[in-house]
């Protein structure tokens, strides 16, 4: 289900300018901005270490066996606001326990550009675009692989799946040359029930 919010048109503007590219420019200055790592070949990248974590936008209900995470594109201007809740490049690791519910609450904050999110099964060589056919059915946004159909600016969408598969698996942005530039997150199903958020020390 999509849900549109009203933004100022002239922000929808800077799509048709070319101004949401990262690396695109022909000055190739990437090495000074704060996130030149995004900028690099998408190498696959270990997961992030340490205790899994429980941010206030992972919410866990054993009772129901159902995980709710509010995931934004966005939310913040690092790498040209292609980024999922901040983070690029593998830098979340986000785990939920096999057989649970999930469900996804994906707002695209992102003034210019279409994004979307999935689950993918593909974890590596993101230089080449995912195919748009998710791990788990349900997993996937509306016209995921779409810059005018997809979750354009300003708005949300849910999606539902089980996560009927143990696995290691990528939460990815299906729109053309997102992943290359970092737009991808590690997806974990634990067999042994573990469930929360690792987050790469920078």
């Given at each position: 289900?999509?849900?549109?919010?009203?933004?100022?048109?002239?922000?929808?503007?800077f799509?048709?300018?070319?101004?949401?590219?990262?690396?695109?420019?022909?000055?190739?200055?990437?090495?000074?901005?704060?996130?030149?790592?995004?900028?690099q070949?998408?190498?696959?990248?270990?997961?992030?270490?340490?205790?899994?974590?429980?941010?206030?936008?992972?919410?866990?209900?054993?009772?129901?066996?159902?995980?709710?995470?509010?995931?934004?594109?966005g939310?913040?201007?690092?790498?040209?606001?292609?980024?999922?809740?901040?983070?690029?490049?593998?830098?979340?690791?986000?785990?939920?326990?096999?057989?649970?519910?999930?469900?996804?609450?994906?707002?695209?904050?992102?003034?210019?550009?279409?994004?979307s999110?999935?689950?993918?099964?593909?974890?590596?060589?993101?230089?080449?675009?995912?195919?748009?056919?998710?791990?788990?059915?349900?997993?996937?946004?509306?016209?995921?692989?779409?810059?005018?159909?997809?979750?354009?600016?300003?708005?949300?969408?849910?999606?539902?799946?089980?996560?009927?598969?143990?696995?290691?698996?990528?939460?990815?942005?299906?729109?053309?040359?997102?992943?290359?530039?970092?737009?991808w997150?590690?997806?974990?199903?634990?067999?042994?029930?573990?469930?929360?958020?690792?987050?790469?020390?920078?």
């Amino acid at each position: 289900m999509k849900h549109r919010r009203l933004i100022p048109v002239v922000a929808l503007s800077f799509v048709a300018c070319g101004g949401g590219e990262p690396g695109s420019g022909g000055n190739n200055n990437d090495t000074n901005t704060s996130s030149s790592s995004a900028m690099q070949p998408a190498a696959t990248r270990p997961p992030p270490s340490g205790p899994l974590t429980i941010p206030d936008w992972y919410t866990r209900d054993d009772d129901t066996e159902t995980i709710h995470l509010v995931i934004g594109a966005g939310d913040i201007p690092d790498n040209n606001y292609w980024n999922f809740n901040g983070a690029i490049n593998g830098d979340i690791a986000i785990t939920v326990p096999l057989g649970y519910n999930v469900m996804v609450h994906f707002d695209n904050a992102d003034p210019n550009m279409a994004h979307s999110l999935g689950v993918s099964p593909q974890i590596e060589n993101f230089m080449v675009p995912p195919e748009a056919t998710p791990i788990f059915e349900g997993a996937i946004t509306q016209n995921p692989g779409s810059m005018i159909d997809g979750t354009m600016p300003g708005e949300e969408e849910t999606v539902e799946f089980v996560a009927e598969q143990a696995g290691n698996y990528a939460l990815v942005c299906y729109i053309p040359g997102h992943t290359a530039v970092g737009m991808w997150l590690h997806f974990t199903v634990s067999a042994e029930g573990e469930g929360g958020v690792q987050a790469r020390q920078l």
